[in-house]
């Protein structure tokens, strides 16, 4: 739906096609299609883990949104977002809105950052193609609040391996605290 009615003014989930209030976690050899009209696309308000299979989500704002964490291991995902591609949330409790990626394919479209986390970001294996905002033919305003970065981390971003090919309007690597790259292909 475009517009979900809640029971009363202080209810706001679910607020993803796909909703879970503990963790979610995909895996299995088929294929999965999320249109979100709404909201986000695929949401857990603690874990979402993906461990394999063919998802392609097409969401009004994020993609993927862990509360907690995002993790992926495998699989091929497909993300076309008005918000963020793949983002974990959580501003409470600084051990978790975390984001590790350990393999897979993933192809992100975002109006927004392509990999966002609020703490740390992790990038071990896979490829990446991503274009964030408008990608290098946007312009950033001097006065806009909407990020566009590529891989974005509140506290610490690691990338040691995989292929990562990153076209974002803004910074496409972006850490607030430690930044370190140590291996992989990065075309950014």
């Known amino acids: 739906a475009a517009a979900y009615v809640y029971p009363d003014a202080a209810t706001t989930e679910p607020d993803a096609a796909l909703f879970s209030n503990d963790d979610l976690t995909i895996n299995g050899s088929g294929s999965l299609t ?39 291991g495998g699989g091929s ?16 409790d600084p051990e978790q809105g975390y984001v590790v990626v350990e393999g897979g394919t993933l192809a992100i479209t975002s109006a927004g950052d392509g990999v966002q986390a609020e703490t740390v970001l992790v990038w071990r294996l896979g490829d990446l193609s991503l274009r964030a905002g408008s990608g290098t033919a946007g312009a950033i305003a001097g006065d806009t609040t909407d990020s566009t970065k590529g891989l974005k981390a509140g506290t610490a971003l690691f990338v040691s391996g995989g292929t990562l090919d990153i076209d974002s309007t803004d910074d496409a690597v972006h850490s607030n605290g430690t930044l370190a790259i140590t291996g992989g292909a990065l075309l950014l």
């Open 34 to 72: 999320v249109t979100a009209n709404y909201s986000d696309g695929i949401a857990s308000d603690d874990d979402l883990k993906i461990v394999s299979g063919t998802i392609a989500v097409t969401a009004a704002d994020d993609g993927l949104r862990g509360k907690d964490s995002v993790a992926v």
């Open 77 to 92: 995902i497909t993300i076309t977002a008005g918000g963020d591609g793949v983002k974990a949330s959580n501003t409470e």
